[in-house]
């Protein structure tokens, strides 16, 4: 069974960085899209970033432009998320996802589209 686990979660205060880190313990990780997606208190679960299984196409919320940037590393089975200029709106539990169904193009930004999703990593920024 595939599983994918993040690290890298943790307090920081605003400004700072952290990375998150999703690793996946499948055989095929270069076929898919990964993405980012975060759950904040009492919020709704929110789409963050998602990236092409190249490596080469990326996709941002308008929240998180020029702030975050998402990357992976078939090679090791792993996708990140830097995040740097936190802000204290960016408390959330962060979830990295796999679809498996993408092909090409812009990577989904949707959470339906995503068919195996990890546990999530809390991310808490203090102001």
């Known amino acids: 069974q595939v599983r994918l686990v993040e690290s890298g979660g943790g307090l920081v205060q605003a400004g700072g960085s952290l990375r998150l880190s999703c690793a996946d313990s499948g055989r095929t990780f270069s076929s898919y899209a990964m993405g980012w997606f975060r759950q904040g208190p009492g919020k709704e679960r929110e789409f963050v970033a998602s990236i092409g299984w190249s490596g080469s196409i990326t996709r941002y919320a308008d929240s998180v432009k020029g702030r975050f940037t998402i990357s992976r590393d078939n090679a090791k089975n792993t996708a990140y998320l830097q995040m740097n200029t936190l802000k204290s709106e960016d408390t959330a539990v962060y979830y990295c996802?796999?679809?498996?169904?993408?092909?090409?193009?812009?990577?989904?930004?949707?959470?339906?589209?995503?068919?195996?999703w990890g546990q999530g990593t809390q991310v808490t920024v203090s102001s």
């Open positions: 996802a796999r679809d498996q169904n993408y092909k090409s193009g812009y990577p989904p930004a949707r959470p339906g589209s995503y068919d195996t």
